[in-house]
């Protein structure tokens, strides 16, 4: 349920105005690392015990199978 949130509210939010953005490897750097923080925070907490675990980035892309915010900007701006 919450990546179906992240999908609709938070992506298209973080991703207004990406034509006209300068994509530098600093920004791109820093894209992923807020897009890394919201999935840790949805893949984070573990079950019923409600401990957090740290998830690491190569746990966090097999859990979220669609591609990264940086492939989206490129690909739509291919478009």
Not at 24 to 43: A, D, K, M, Q
Request: glycine share 6%; no cysteine; aromatic share 10%.
């Amino acid at each position: 349920m919450n990546v179906k949130i992240h999908k609709t509210v938070i992506l298209p939010v973080i991703l207004y105005g990406y034509e006209i953005w300068l994509l530098t490897p600093r920004e791109e750097r820093r894209l992923r690392v807020f897009e890394n923080r919201v999935l840790r925070r949805i893949f984070g907490h573990k079950g019923l015990t409600g401990e957090w675990i740290k998830q690491h980035n190569e746990k966090l892309n097999d859990l979220y199978f669609l591609p990264n915010i940086i492939q989206v900007i490129k690909s739509r701006r291919m478009r």
